[in-house]
């Protein structure tokens, strides 16, 4: 049980585009997603946690205008980077958590590669 | 400083030893205490809850000190697979969860 979805698992964009990335828990219903990033060798950092149909909490240091975040359902959220550039290159991951539980489960990430 | 402090190691062990990684925390309003061990280029997987009066499962045993804000995990009869980074995480109230840089570990043949 308690298994997270990311969609895609890489993608590669050029340098001003969009890029969509799914996060869906499967056999659950999450209250509470959250994102993160995590450059080579280095630790996750949270971004913002999500709640369902509310507006995003974000991390200081993170752009909501950049990074778009939508809770629309208790299975789904998607995070969307905004005219994205090489440095926005990374792995991003989402977790989710059970209701009433701080465990989190993670999806497998998203290799997110700007040229 | 850091709100969540770990070895970064890495810790190279034969198999079949015994290792232990250390954590410490510098919020004293944190509520929940975990491990995840997180293999290269992919997602932390949960790896076990960390108790006051403390943890085990199998061959891992968690044990969380508040007085000291002080985390520890003990890994006995080390396996080839047991290679990974382990992750102490800390959660505050409302869910700010704060990961630790991570420890590597590789166990040899």
């Known amino acids: 049980g308690a298994v997270v979805s990311q969609h895609p698992s890489w993608v590669i964009c050029k340098s001003g585009t969009s890029v969509k990335i799914e996060c869906r828990s499967l056999?659950?219903?999450?209250?509470?997603m959250f994102w993160y990033r995590q450059f080579p060798k280095q630790s996750l950092m949270l971004m913002a946690t999500?709640?369902?149909?509310?507006?995003?909490?974000?991390e200081q240091g993170v752009e909501k205008d950049k990074f778009l975040i939508n809770h629309a359902s208790l299975t789904l959220s998607t995070l969307t980077v905004t005219s994205a550039h090489p440095e926005d290159s990374s792995f991003y991951i989402c977790s989710a958590s059970l209701q009433g539980s701080y465990e989190q489960y993670f999806g497998p990430g998203t290799r997110l590669t700007v040229t | 400083r850091k709100e969540v402090e770990q070895d970064p190691g890495p810790f190279n062990v034969p198999e079949g030893a015994t290792v232990a990684f250390n954590c410490t925390y510098s919020n004293s309003a944190s509520q929940s205490f975990f491990w995840y061990r997180q293999d290269c280029r992919k997602e932390p997987k949960l790896l076990m809850s960390?108790?006051?009066s403390g943890n085990e499962d199998g061959r891992f045993t968690a044990q969380l000190n508040r007085a000291s804000q002080y985390i520890s995990l003990l890994i006995r009869d080390s396996k080839l697979s047991d290679s990974a980074t382990y992750l102490c995480v800390v959660t505050r109230r409302g869910f700010k969860t704060i990961f630790g840089a991570g420890t590597r570990l590789f166990v040899k043949a």
């Open positions: 056999d659950f219903q999450a209250t509470t």
């Open positions: 960390v108790y006051s």
């Open positions: 999500s709640n369902e149909g509310s507006k995003a909490t974000y």
